[in-house]
């Protein structure tokens, strides 16, 4: 390996790098709210609920991760909003990922006894209160290894967003190498960086699987 075209280069990298890890931490965040959201409504008894559920984990599960991005980045202008590369990059990303995050969590609230909503309802809370503070938390402890899979997997795709001038990770390395000529050393060095992001996250989750094994 030529550390050359690092250590030359080190200010895009680690801007990318930055952009990266940024737009991961939104998108973590947004996926998983929404995915919480759409489980839920896949769970409810109120049929037009569910069949929203449905449609939006059916939808987005089933096509291009890039055709959702370009449906934000290219789309939207026609309706007269215009997102950044990285907006819209980021936004793809959570709204895709949630679909996935979505059907992990739904596992999860059906592998809740049903005695525990029963109990809670019980006890004079509402559906909401139940949901909240009685069935998702277990139901998010019990899906934690496909969740993490997940968020390892959102890092990974937003290399996205260099297709939309996202000025991730992947959008620099391809101007380093550009520049550079020297593709192989650049792309190395690009999956270092995001080995970086994802062995932690990988290593922490199976940590806290452990944990709460021990718990249990």
């Known amino acids: 390996m030529?550390?050359?075209?690092?250590?030359?280069?080190?200010e895009p990298f680690l801007r990318g790098f930055?952009?990266?890890i940024w737009a991961s931490l939104l998108g973590l965040a947004g996926s998983f709210v929404l995915g919480v959201i759409i489980a839920v409504f896949r769970i409810t008894r109120l049929r037009p609920l569910v069949w929203f559920g449905t449609g939006?984990?059916?939808?987005?599960?089933?096509?291009?991760?890039l055709l959702v991005v370009f449906l934000f980045y290219l789309g939207l202008p026609s309706l007269g909003v215009t997102l950044s590369g990285f907006a819209a990059g980021t936004l793809g990303l959570a709204v895709y990922t949630s679909a996935?995050?979505?059907e992990a969590i739904r596992a999860g609230?059906?592998?809740v006894p049903a005695g525990q909503t029963e109990a809670a309802r019980s006890s004079g809370l509402g559906y909401v209160q139940t949901m909240v503070h009685v069935v998702l938390p277990q139901a998010i402890k019990l899906?934690?290894?496909?969740?993490?899979?997940q968020f390892i997997n959102l890092v990974k795709n937003s290399s996205v967003l260099s297709i939309v001038a996202g000025f991730d990770l992947m959008y620099y390395g391809d101007v380093v190498a550009t520049e550079t000529f020297d593709?192989?050393?650049?792309?190395?060095?690009?999956?270092?960086?995001?080995l970086i992001i994802t062995l932690p996250l990988s290593y922490g989750s199976r940590v806290l699987e452990r944990k709460l094994a021990r718990h249990d």
Not at 56 to 65: A, G, H, M, Q, T
Not at 143 to 149: A, K, W
Request: charged fraction near 10%.
């Open 2 to 10: 030529d550390f050359t075209v690092l250590t030359e280069n080190m």
């Open 109 to 111: 609230i059906l592998a």
């Open 18 to 20: 930055l952009n990266t």
């Open 143 to 149: 899906v934690i290894p496909p969740l993490s899979n």
């Open 183 to 194: 593709t192989i050393n650049t792309y190395l060095f690009v999956a270092m960086f995001y």
């Open 56 to 65: 939006y984990v059916e939808f987005f599960r089933n096509i291009p991760l």
């Open 100 to 102: 996935f995050i979505a």
